[in-house]
C-alpha cells in the first residue's frame, strides 16, 4: 500500500479541491490523514485516479497527483508512462516535492534495472529531511541500489532500515540480509575504518570476526555467539541472531556409524566405481600422503593431468541419464587406461590392481599404500551393488547391517529414487545419505546432502574468481549442445549471485570448423549474445531533473552483442587441449597486445604432457582444476597417477571417493552450520543451503613456458 503524501501547505486555499478529491476516491480508497491535521491526498488508490485527478487540478495538487501517479505506475509496471510522467514534471519544485521526485526517479531506475542512476539519484537526497515514510522507502532504495556489490555501505543501509521496520518477519529478513551481506564482503572489507558512532556497524563486524575465528569448530562457536551476545545486548542481531546463527545455536553433532556405499558394479559405470572405492577406502584408512608446497615445474612427476575433465558427477555416458564424463574416461598419450573391473567385481590380477570386493558382505576393498599413513578408522563399511538390486531393497539391507549413513548412489536416476515414499529409511528421514550426483531436479531434504563433479561446480567457482580479479564483462566460449548450455546456466547465475550484471556466450562447433576459421585468418571475434535469463543492457535514455535514466526494457530478451572494444575483458573457455590449441591464437589474432583481456579455462583444457611450444602459446591463460592435480600433493598424485595408468579422469573419481570419506565424518555440520567447510582433494568443500557441496578449485597461470599459483 502506499504511504500518505502529505501536503505540506495551507487548506484554505486547497480545501475545495480536496473535498472533490476525497468525495471521488471514495468509491475507490480511503485517505489517509496526517498527524498534524493537515488534509492529505489518498494514497491508495490506482495510477489511473491520481491521472484522472491530476488532469482535473491545477499548480501544486496537480503536481501532487502526478507525483503520486508516478509512485503508483511504477509499482504496477507501468515504466514507459511512469518516465513520461517524470519527464514532464515541472521544471521547479520546493524542496518537499524535489525530494520525492529524487525519490521517485530512484524507484523508477531501480525499477528499469539501473541501479547507477538510482544512486545517483539518492546521493542528492537529504535523508534527515525526510518523513518516517518516505525513509523506508529511501533505505530500501539504498539496499535495492546496491544488491549489484556487497559493501560496507550497504550494510549500512540495513542497519538503517531496521529500526522503521515493524513487521516480524520483515526484521528478520532485514537482519538476514544483514548477515548474508556482510559474509559476502571481499576479504580486504573486513578490516575497514568505521566511524566512532558507528556502534551498531561495530557489533555487526564483531560477530563477523566470531563467527570466521570459530566457525571450523561448533562448540566453540556457539560459545562465542553467546558472549558477543553478552557484549552487545543492544544489537539488533542480539536480540534476534541471523537464521544460519541461529542454526549454530539448535546444532546437535552425531558420530558416523555403520556406512553403506551404494556403487554400480557391473556395466560401463564400473570402472569408475572402482576408483570411488579405492580412493574411499584409502581415506578411510588413513592412507594418504604428506601435502607439501606446489609444484611450480610443470614437467615435475606427479604434478600434471591431462586435461581429462569429469563432466558429470562420477560415471561415463549411461543409457539411463546417470553422469555423464561426456568425453568418456580420457588418458594421457602413450599410457592405457586403467583395466575394467571384472563382472563379479574383482580387478584382472594380471593387471597389477587391487581386487575389491562387491558383495552384500561389505568387504573392504583394499587400497594402495602411499607415502604415508594415519590411524585407519574403525568404522565398518559395506558396499553394496545398486546394478543387483532395486534401490529401496539395498537401502533396506543397509539398514538393517547397522548403516547409519549412506554414501552414493551415483547414477541420477538412483538418486532420483531417493525421494520416493518406497525409499523406507531414507524417505523418513532415519539415515543420512550423502548422494555422489545431484539430480536434475532437486528437492531439499534434511538428510540428504549431494556431492557431484561436474562442469556447473567448475561453472560457478569460475564466475566467482573472475569476479574477485576484478573483471567487469565476461564472455563464454563454449561448444554448441547440452554441455554448453549447463556451463552457461551455471556461471550466469554465479556471476549474478557474485553482483555481476550481463554475461555474454559465444558458441563454436567441431575441431574442422575452428580449423577453417583459423586458416581463413578470421580470428575469433570477441561479440556475443546475452544468456539466456541475464539481464541486457539499456537502449536510450531519458534526463530528468538533472539525472540521466535509460528507458525501461520489455520483459522479452534482448540480443546485444559487445566487442573488445566494448568492454569485454574476459573470456572463459570451454574446450578440449586440441580445441584450445586453435581458440587461443584466433582470439590473439582480434586483441591487441596491450589489450586488458584476461583468458581463463577449464581443467578440460587442461594438457599434462604439453610441450615447451604449447606452454608458451597459452601465455597468461589461467585453468582451474582440483587440488590433487594441480600440485597440492605431489607425491599422492605421482602414486594415484601410476596406479590409473596416467587416466586422470580416474584420478579426480579416486579424490573424490576420498572426499566423500571426509563429508561422511563433517556431514553434521555440512547439513547444519552455514557457511562451515573443509579442504578437500577435489577442492575446498561446503554446502549450500540445500546441502549440495559446492567445490572452490586451485587455478594456475601459464607465465613464460611455467605453471604458477594464479592469484
Not at 480536496?18 to 468525495?23: E, G, N, Q, T
Not at 570459530?214 to 553467546?226: G, S, V, W, Y
Not at 553422469?323 to 571384472?342: D, I, K
Request: glycine letters at 8%.
Amino acid at each position: 500500500m502506499l504511504s500518505s503524501y502529505v501536503l505540506g501547505f495551507k487548506t484554505g486555499r486547497l480545501l475545495p479541491v480536496l473535498l472533490a478529491s476525497l468525495i471521488l476516491a471514495a468509491c475507490t480508497a480511503q485517505g489517509p490523514e496526517s498527524q498534524t491535521g493537515r488534509a492529505s491526498i489518498p494514497a491508495n488508490a490506482n495510477a489511473d485516479y491520481y491521472l484522472q485527478q491530476m488532469q482535473q487540478s491545477r499548480n501544486d495538487t496537480k503536481t501532487d497527483y502526478q507525483l503520486l501517479a508516478i509512485r503508483a505506475l511504477i509499482k504496477e509496471g507501468r515504466l514507459p508512462l511512469a518516465q513520461q510522467q517524470l519527464a514532464a514534471l515541472p521544471p521547479q519544485l520546493d524542496a518537499a516535492r524535489q525530494r520525492e521526485r529524487l525519490l521517485l526517479s530512484a524507484e523508477f531506475a531501480l525499477a528499469s534495472r539501473q541501479p547507477q542512476s538510482a544512486a545517483a539519484a539518492l546521493r542528492q537526497i537529504d535523508s534527515d529531511s525526510l518523513d518516517p515514510q518516505q525513509r523506508l522507502r529511501y533505505t530500501q532504495a539504498m539496499i535495492d541500489a546496491g544488491q549489484s556489490q556487497p559493501s560496507l555501505d550497504l550494510v549500512r543501509a540495513y542497519i538503517a532500515q531496521a529500526p522503521l521496520l515493524t513487521n516480524p518477519a520483515a526484521r528478520q529478513q532485514n537482519i538476514d540480509k544483514t548477515w548474508q551481506t556482510l559474509v559476502s564482503l571481499p576479504s580486504q572489507q573486513g578490516n575497514l575504518v568505521i566511524n566512532a558512532n558507528e556502534n551498531v556497524l561495530q557489533g555487526w563486524l564483531d560477530l563477523l570476526r566470531v563467527y570466521q575465528d570459530n566457525r571450523q569448530d561448533p562448540t566453540l562457536l556457539q560459545a562465542a555467539i553467546k558472549d558477543w551476545q553478552t557484549r552487545y545486548p543492544q544489537n539488533p542481531a542480539a536480540k534476534t541472531l541471523p537464521t544460519p546463527l541461529g542454526q549454530v545455536q539448535n546444532y546437535s553433532s552425531s558420530s558416523v556409524g555403520g556406512i553403506a556405499l551404494l556403487l554400480p558394479l557391473n556395466g560401463q559405470a564400473q570402472v569408475f566405481s572402482n576408483a570411488i572405492q579405492q580412493g574411499f577406502t584409502a581415506a578411510k584408512n588413513g592412507l594418504t600422503a604428506q601435502p607439501s608446497a606446489p609444484v611450480q615445474d610443470p614437467n615435475a612427476a606427479g604434478q600434471t593431468a591431462d586435461g581429462a575433465n569429469l563432466n558429470d558427477g562420477a560415471a561415463g555416458t549411461q543409457p539411463d541419464g546417470g553422469s555423464a564424463n561426456q568425453n568418456g574416461p580420457v588418458t594421457a598419450p602413450g599410457t592405457t587406461p586403467a583395466p575394467a573391473a571384472s563382472e563379479d567385481g574383482g580387478q584382472n590380477p594380471a593387471s597389477g590392481a587391487v581386487p575389491r570386493a562387491t558383495t552384500l558382505d561389505g568387504r573392504d576393498a583394499e587400497a594402495p599404500a602411499p607415502a604415508a599413513a594415519s590411524t585407519a578408522s574403525s568404522v565398518q563399511v559395506k558396499v553394496y551393488n545398486t546394478s543387483s538390486q532395486p534401490l529401496p531393497a539395498l537401502l533396506a539391507q543397509a539398514q538393517r547391517d547397522g548403516a547409519s549413513m549412506i554414501i552414493g548412489p551415483l547414477l541420477k536416476n538412483d538418486v532420483e529414487q531417493l525421494y520416493n515414499d518406497n525409499a523406507g529409511a531414507v524417505a523418513a528421514g532415519t539415515l543420512n545419505v550423502l548422494a555422489l550426483n545431484q539430480p536434475e531436479h532437486l528437492q531439499s531434504r534434511p538428510n540428504i546432502c549431494y556431492f557431484a563433479l561436474s562442469p556447473e561446480d567448475e561453472a560457478r567457482d569460475a564466475a566467482n574468481h573472475i569476479h574477485q580479479q576484478g573483471r567487469q564483462q565476461p564472455l563464454l566460449l563454449l561448444p554448441r549442445g547440452a554441455l554448453g548450455d549447463r556451463v552457461a546456466k551455471a556461471f550466469s547465475d554465479a556471476w549474478r549471485q557474485a553482483g555481476g550484471a550481463t554475461v555474454l556466450e559465444q558458441r563454436f562447433g567441431s575441431s574442422a570448423e575452428l580449423k577453417q576459421s583459423i586458416n581463413s585468418g578470421a580470428g575469433i571475434p570477441l561479440t556475443g549474445t546475452p544468456v539466456a535469463g541475464g539481464e541486457a543492457p539499456a537502449n536510450a535514455a531519458v534526463t530528468i531533473a538533472g539525472l540521466t535514466i535509460p528507458a525501461p526494457q520489455d520483459n522479452g530478451a534482448v540480443s546485444t552483442s559487445a566487442n573488445a572494444n566494448g568492454g569485454i575483458d574476459a573470456v572463459y573457455i570451454i574446450a578440449t587441449p586440441d580445441e584450445l590449441a586453435l581458440i587461443k591464437p584466433m582470439i590473439d589474432m582480434r586483441v591487441s597486445s596491450r589489450a586488458r583481456l584476461a583468458l581463463y579455462a577449464s581443467s578440460r583444457s587442461y594438457q599434462a604432457d604439453a610441450g615447451p611450444d604449447y606452454r608458451l602459446e597459452m601465455e597468461g591463460l589461467e585453468f582451474s582444476d582440483i587440488p590433487l592435480l594441480t600440485g597440492d600433493n605431489p607425491a599422492l598424485l605421482s602414486q594415484i597417477s601410476a596406479q590409473f595408468r596416467g587416466d586422470y579422469s580416474l584420478v579426480r573419481l579416486y579424490a573424490m571417493g576420498m572426499d566423500a570419506w571426509t563429508l561422511a565424518n563433517h556431514f553434521s555440520e555440512m547439513r547444519q552450520l552455514p557457511g562451515f567447510q573443509v579442504a578437500g582433494e577435489t577442492g575446498t568443500l561446503s554446502a549450500t543451503p540445500d546441502c549440495v557441496i559446492n567445490r572452490t578449485l586451485s587455478w594456475l597461470k601459464y607465465q613464460r613456458g611455467q605453471l604458477i599459483a594464479a592469484r
